[in-house]
């Protein structure tokens, strides 16, 4: 059977070209497509990026991926984390568990976190991006960008030699913190050193381990030194913190971490499938857009690795920039609704950054509890919102008891509907479209790429109150509003409707 991602056009007519084939491009490029947007996906390596790398994904990601349609691959592919194993000396020192649940967080169907290797997360992805039209191709390098007010034109190299220049309308950079495209454009990385250490990550395979426990050895002074089960392969993610700056990863190296800070011996590990050396960094580019070209994921921000939390911040990246290029490039809502992007990222960015440096900074540690519930409530990404964006706009008379407002993300409760029950909000949000509800009051009139609900009771109803609710596609309410006059002006601005029909 040949590689899908060899489904290649010589000469694809694109209106976005993504660059890099990670998580954040994929994700970016399979919402794009399922809104009929024309995606194309350049990746520099010969196949997919290996390594397990950002293996855990948190109940916002997964919220994301069920309304792009590969949850159940996703929820296929890997399973729940599994309790931590505590060595010392050779012997066993209990279980405990990484992440308490926090029973304040709110209501998803996607509580817990899930662990699958990131080479398979990218899998899914690209299956996904192909059956929805877009196209992949491996082993394509952006070479040099320029732009005009109305497109750009990327310089494209090929793994055979050739070359070749696409005119696209938007081009994104998604390819990682070594980012060609934020290099193309001079747009420096401003962050600090936080001294914070380097560290291995290897997916290895191992004799005399079980597979129902993340193992840990807690002790080392360097750092601690773990290995992860992967789900749906043999192999194990390592993870080992170095002292210094300097460290070459080979089987050699990761073998002799192993047998130097556990009790296994160096030929416990049978291969070394994928490693990788790095040094944790905290940075953010100076900005996220420079006219038709937008920095997602590392590209835009360095974060390290505690929380698990890079992966699934770029995903969250590519989830708000999507909805608002399909309605500039489909829908012609004006291009300045573009800049809401940046405006709504970077804090959210800034944010995971800080978080993530605290939580690899305290690592790993079996006695302390309060790291387990901590990690627990700041994780899951569901509380994020954009309040403070020019795009949320709360003109209600009463707000709601519970202080639900707009900016927020949609609380996923069940609510009664005009239509009948309906177990979730999210299944009638699912979908590239906006979402209006009218909650305990009478619907507006129907219009084109928006659906309506009449909410007539319901812990939904309960949560946000009386009013008019229009719901981005990326599940946060955009408008809460007591008169249809303001969904109109606000339809206006996002390209559904013009002003004063």
């Known amino acids: 059977m040949p590689d899908p991602t060899s489904r290649t056009p010589q000469q694809p007519t694109v209106d976005v070209l993504v660059v890099g084939g990670g998580p954040t491009g994929l994700t970016l490029a399979c919402d794009l497509a399922r ?31 069920d309304d792009l349609g590969v949850t159940d691959a996703v929820k296929a592919a890997g399973g729940p984390f599994p309790r931590m194993q505590t060595w010392r000396d050779g012997e066993r020192q209990g279980e405990w568990r990484l992440i308490e649940p926090d029973p304040e967080a709110p209501v998803s169907r996607q509580p817990q976190q899930w662990l699958i290797p990131q080479w398979r997360t990218q899998e899914i992805l690209r299956d996904r991006l192909l059956e929805l039209g877009g196209t992949l191709e491996c082993g394509a390098r952006l070479m040099s960008l320029t732009q005009t007010d109305t497109q750009v034109t990327a310089e494209v190299a090929q793994s055979d030699g050739g070359r070749r220049l696409m005119t696209v309308s938007y081009l994104v950079g998604a390819d990682g913190s070594h980012s060609s495209v934020r290099e193309s454009l001079g747009i420096a990385m401003k962050g ?19 597979r129902d426990h993340w193992h840990i050895w807690p002790d080392d002074p360097p750092g601690e030194l ?14 080992a913190k170095i002292t210094g700056d300097e460290f070459t990863a080979t089987a050699e190296t990761v073998r002799s971490l192993v047998a130097e800070r556990t009790h296994l011996a160096p030929d416990a590990v049978t291969e070394v499938v994928w490693s990788s050396f790095y040094r944790p960094r905290t940075a953010m580019a100076e900005r996220f857009r420079q006219g038709r070209v937008f920095l997602a994921g590392d590209a835009a921000h360095l974060h390290p690795p505690g929380g698990g939390q890079g ?16 309605q500039v490039i489909g829908r012609r809502a004006p291009d300045t609704l573009l800049d809401s992007y940046e405006a709504e990222r970077r804090p959210a960015a800034a944010g995971v950054l800080d978080l993530s440096t605290r939580l690899y900074r305290a690592g790993r540690k079996p006695e302390d509890g309060g790291q387990s519930r901590y990690r627990g409530r700041v994780c899951h990404l569901l509380s994020v919102h954009y309040r403070d964006s020019e795009l949320s706009t709360d003109a209600r008379a009463l707000r709601s008891p519970t202080g639900v407002r707009a900016g927020d993300r949609a609380p996923d409760l069940p609510c009664v509907t005009a239509e009948g029950p309906c177990r979730n909000l999210f299944d009638l949000l699912r979908g590239p479209d906006f979402t209006l509800l009218a909650v305990n009051c009478a619907p507006p009139r129907a219009t084109p790429g928006i659906g309506t609900h009449h909410v007539t009771s319901g812990l939904l109803a309960e949560e946000l109150g009386t009013g008019l609710f229009l719901i981005r596609p990326d599940h946060h309410i955009g408008l809460a509003a007591d008169s249809p006059e303001h969904v109109d002006r606000y339809l206006a601005r996002v390209g559904l409707r013009s002003s004063g029909t």
């Open 226 to 239: 773990l290995l992860c089960p992967l789900p749906g392969t043999a192999d194990f993610q390592l993870n």
């Open 311 to 326: 992966l699934n911040i770029g995903v969250q990246d590519a989830y708000n920039l999507g909805w608002k290029l399909g």
């Open 35 to 65: 809104r009929g947007v024309r995606t194309h996906v350049i990746e520099a390596t010969e196949r997919l990026p290996a390594g397990s790398r950002g293996k855990s994904l948190q109940a916002r990601t997964l919220e994301a991926f």
């Open 192 to 210: 600090e050193d936080r001294g914070l250490r380097s560290a291995v990550v290897a997916d290895v395979r191992v004799r005399g381990l079980d």
